[in-house]
């Protein structure tokens, strides 16, 4: 199974806009993939449900740019790929549900 490549080796795509992964996003709605948060803070296990093969997805940012990275052979020849698509849909949710839950525990208590 493809596991983790060294960092030296592995390319990153810069995120834009939901628009520049809509062939991809429309290739993980055909699949059967499965989306797990890792013990790093922003990568994801992306598992292919009908293959078992694994892939993992990190994100982050740099200079204010926002940036993905995935260790399929798509995504280290630098093109958008599904397993990408599918982990940043889970991480925006998963971030926006991380900053509301922030916001509500800084709201004063009802006496």
């Given at each position: 199974m493809?596991t ?6 592995r ?10 992964l809509a ?5 993980a709605?055909?699949?059967?993939l499965f989306?797990q948060?890792?013990?790093?803070l ?10 078992g ?7 982050f940012?740099?200079?204010?740019k926002r ?20 982990a940043a849909?889970y ?16 709201m004063?208590?009802?006496a």
């Amino acid at each position: 199974m493809p596991t983790t490549s060294k960092p030296e080796t592995r390319t990153v795509i810069e995120l834009i806009s939901a628009d520049q992964l809509a062939k991809a996003t429309e290739r993980a709605k055909a699949g059967n993939l499965f989306v797990q948060p890792t013990s790093f803070l922003r990568q994801y296990r992306v598992v292919n449900r009908d293959n078992g093969n694994q892939y993992y997805v990190d994100f982050f940012v740099r200079n204010g740019k926002r940036y993905g990275q995935c260790t399929c052979k798509a995504g280290m020849n630098n093109r958008q790929c599904k397993h990408l698509s599918v982990a940043a849909g889970y991480h925006v949710m998963r971030m926006a549900a991380k900053r509301e839950a922030e916001r509500i525990a800084l709201m004063p208590q009802a006496a």
